[in-house]
C-alpha cells in the first residue's frame, strides 16, 4: 500500500501521514510523531517553526514542527494544521 500512496499521490490524512514518518524515520534517526487532533491525523517533526504560518508543538521538552502530509498550499505558502486551542492531542511516537 505504501507504493500505492506514494506513486498514485492516493490516500486520506492517516495514509500519507503514515508514509511520510516511515519515509522521514528511515532517512533520519530523529523521532516522528503520528498525532491525531478531531479526526485528523498529522506529522510532527524536530525543529522550531520559522515562519507565521508553520505550527509547532512541544512533547517531552523537545520542540517539533507541525508538517500537514495531505494539504496542497498555495504557492509560497507552508502548509501546517491550525490546532485550536483546547484540542488534546495524542502522540504516537515512531
Known sequence: MPAQV???????CDSKSVLFAALWTSLSAERTLL?????????????RPRYSTEVGIEYEG???????AVARPSSGQA????????????????
Open 79 to 94: 502548509a501546517s494544521p491550525l490546532i485550536p486551542q483546547g484540542i488534546s492531542t495524542q502522540a504516537t511516537m515512531r
Open 6 to 12: 506514494a506513486v498514485d499521490n492516493w490516500g486520506d
Open 35 to 47: 498525532i491525531l487532533v478531531s479526526g485528523h491525523m498529522f506529522v510532527a517533526v524536530p525543529g
Open 62 to 68: 523537545r520542540p517539533y514542527l507541525c508538517l500537514e
